[in-house]
């Protein structure tokens, strides 16, 4: 059912939350795992100069100091929590509009499944869901399992 899933993540409790469904579901399907952060340019946009956006959507990430290793380390929590049940996750890192990233990076990799937190950074719950996660729902056919982390135990 399930041959490869893709791990969005922020790099927060929440999407790391959904780790856990996610390497689960990969032990139980054998399932190839994937985990993508985004670099959103839209905040960086307001945050950063010119530059550091050149750089973004050249995909320069090597050269993008901070911003590269805030993603390195979210993919690299993944990482390690699959590692530790001896599976492989193939890390990846872009810089755009995330949901749109998530959706392209599910369709171009063969993707059946997508695992997220119901929210992410933004933290505070005014909504339901987060707007990478209701967008992402809204931009792809691939099945989303959307983890919350106040269900957890
Ligand atoms: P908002 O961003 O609307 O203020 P939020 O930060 O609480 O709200 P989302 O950003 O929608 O909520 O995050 C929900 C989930 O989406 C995260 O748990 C993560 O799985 C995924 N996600 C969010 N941002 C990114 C990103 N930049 N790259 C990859 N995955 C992301
Ligand atoms: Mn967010």
Redesign the pocket.
Known sequence: MYKRILI???G?D??EA?VDHALDLAEKYDAEVHA?????IDSVNFSLGTEQVDRLKQGRFDEMGELKEQADEATGVVAESGAERGIDVVEHVSGGR?HKL?SDYAENHGIDLIV????????VRR?L??????R?LRSTHVPVLVVDYIDED
């Open positions: 969005p993540t922020d927060s929440v999407a959904a993508l952060y985004v670099v959103d995330p998530i997220m937190g119901s929210h992410g950074r933004g933290g909504a869901l987060g707007s990478v996660t209701e992402t």
